[in-house]
Nanobody, 127 residues
Framework: QVQLVESGGGLVQAGGSLRLSCAASGRTLSSHDTGWFRQAPGKEREFVAA????????YYADSVKGRFTISRDNAKNTVALQMNSLKPEDTAVYYC????????????????????WGQGTQITVSS
């Protein structure tokens, strides 16, 4: 089992930046592909970004490409999401998620392939 805890959420003005962190406990996160998803009120949970277990590859939703950067520090068992040039439409609860080796090869966006989820952290971007 992997327990995930997100931190770094808050309120920011449009154009600003925030950095989210996902800390893992229990099993090491280093063998898990890890992603960020978000869910706005009344909307489906959507994929934001993901990083391979090794850190060797990353993938982003078109809506955040060029603005968000995902990274990981396997020695610290953490994954981060640097969010720049934030827009009001980025407002949502952001979730960290991890998937096991069994689900490698699945689409990065497939949230059902992620077995472990954090409780979420709220990001609000004001215009």
């Amino acid at each position: 089992q992997v327990q995930l805890v997100e931190s770094g959420g808050g309120l920011v003005q449009a154009g600003g930046s925030l950095r989210l962190s996902c800390a893992a406990s229990g099993r090491t996160l280093s063998s898990h592909d890890t992603g960020w998803f978000r869910q706005a009120p009344g909307k489906e949970r959507e994929f934001v970004a993901a990083i391979a277990w090794s850190g060797g590859s990353t993938y982003y939703a078109d809506s955040v490409k060029g603005r968000f950067t995902i990274s990981r520090d396997n020695a610290k068992n953490t994954v981060a999401l640097q969010m720049n040039s934030l827009k009001p439409e980025d407002t949502a609860v952001y979730y960290c998620a991890a998937r096991t080796e069994a689900y490698r090869g699945n689409s990065w966006e497939n949230r059902y392939a992620y077995s472990y989820w954090g409780q979420g952290t709220q990001i609000t971007v004001s215009s």
